[in-house]
């Protein structure tokens, strides 16, 4: 899958590194529920709305390549709740929303996720976030990270919304690919730089056809221990 020395991993943020919290998903149903839900609608029902307006909005993404914006995803969810919102409502709702992700934060698929990111630098190989968003931006995806503890391992992070360009879009990677050169002076080829995410036609396919290595994890019984793997034969 490579020939380089790998001496740079881009790892995508959602099921990669992070998975959902349940807690946070009740939370916002009940957030609708109780204050913007003018219709009465149940709880199902709005699970339902967000689910189907989080895999649309995600589809389009990978088909046009562009990044379709947090508050685009949750006006169109106040929408569907029957509510047309003022700005002034969208900035309400969104805070509210952003306050409980943070009190409710995704989870850690890998508990030794900080164990193997400090493996990776005492290797040299230096790491960066290379991340589609939807309902949640980058900069509060950024938040979690500091939170976590994790946010100084990364040399830099790539957020669609920030770029305006969504995986597998050949540009997305080119963003990684610029950045970590111009910060990682032994980047040279592009596949010295190992993609790791879970999804096979964004991560997977979108690092292949760039030109990076790449490494698909959790959605195929891999999982992040496994770089480490030296079947795999990535040298680190």
Same mark, same amino acid.
């Given at each position: 899958?490579?020939?380089?020395?790998?001496?740079?991993?881009?790892?995508?943020?959602?099921?990669?590194?992070?998975?959902?919290?349940?807690?946070?998903?009740?939370?916002?149903?009940?957030?609708?529920?109780?204050?913007?839900?003018?219709?009465?609608?149940?709880?199902?029902?709005?699970?339902?709305?967000?689910?189907?307006?989080?895999?649309?909005?995600?589809?389009?993404?990978?088909?046009?390549?562009?990044?379709?914006?947090?508050?685009?995803?949750?006006?169109?969810?106040?929408?569907?709740?029957?509510?047309?919102?003022?700005?002034?409502?969208?900035?309400?709702?969104?805070?509210?929303?952003?306050?409980? *992700?943070?009190?409710?934060?995704?989870?850690?698929?890998?508990?030794?996720?900080?164990?193997?990111?400090?493996?990776?630098?005492?290797?040299?190989?230096?790491?960066?976030?290379?991340?589609?968003?939807?309902?949640?931006?980058? /900069?509060?995806?950024?938040?979690?990270?500091?939170?976590?503890?994790?946010?100084?391992?990364?040399?830099?992070?790539?957020?669609?919304?920030?770029?305006?360009?969504?995986?597998?879009?050949?540009? *997305?990677?080119?963003?990684?690919?610029?950045?970590?050169?111009?910060?990682?002076?032994?980047?040279?080829?592009?596949?010295? !730089?190992?993609?790791?995410?879970? /999804?096979?036609?964004?991560? !997977?396919?979108?690092?292949?056809?760039?030109?990076?290595? *790449?490494?698909?994890?959790?959605?195929?019984?891999?999982?992040?221990?496994?770089?480490?793997?030296?079947?795999?034969?990535?040298? !680190?």
């Amino acid at each position: 899958m490579h020939q380089a020395p790998i001496v740079h991993v881009s790892f995508d943020f959602w099921r990669t590194l992070f998975k959902s919290n349940p807690q946070f998903s009740r939370a916002r149903v009940a957030l609708l529920q109780e204050n913007f839900n003018p219709n009465k609608l149940s709880d199902t029902q709005i699970s339902s709305i967000i689910e189907n307006i989080g895999d649309a909005v995600d589809n389009i993404n990978k088909i046009t390549l562009e990044s379709v914006s947090a508050s685009e995803m949750n006006a169109a969810l106040l929408l569907k709740m029957g509510i047309h919102p003022n700005p002034n409502v969208l900035k309400d709702f969104e805070k509210k929303v952003t306050d409980l *992700f943070i009190h409710f934060p995704p989870n850690l698929i890998a508990s030794n996720t900080d164990s193997i990111f400090e493996r990776l630098g005492a290797a040299g190989v230096t790491i960066s976030l290379a991340s589609n968003t939807a309902f949640i931006c980058g /900069d509060v995806l950024d938040t979690i990270l500091s939170n976590a503890k994790l946010s100084n391992h990364f040399l830099f992070k790539v957020y669609s919304d920030k770029i305006n360009r969504s995986k597998p879009a050949s540009d *997305f990677f080119s963003s990684v690919y610029q950045t970590a050169t111009a910060l990682n002076k032994n980047v040279n080829d592009k596949d010295s !730089i190992l993609h790791v995410g879970d /999804d096979f036609h964004a991560d !997977i396919e979108g690092a292949k056809n760039f030109g990076f290595s *790449f490494f698909q994890i959790n959605s195929n019984g891999a999982s992040l221990n496994d770089i480490f793997n030296e079947t795999n034969n990535f040298g !680190i």
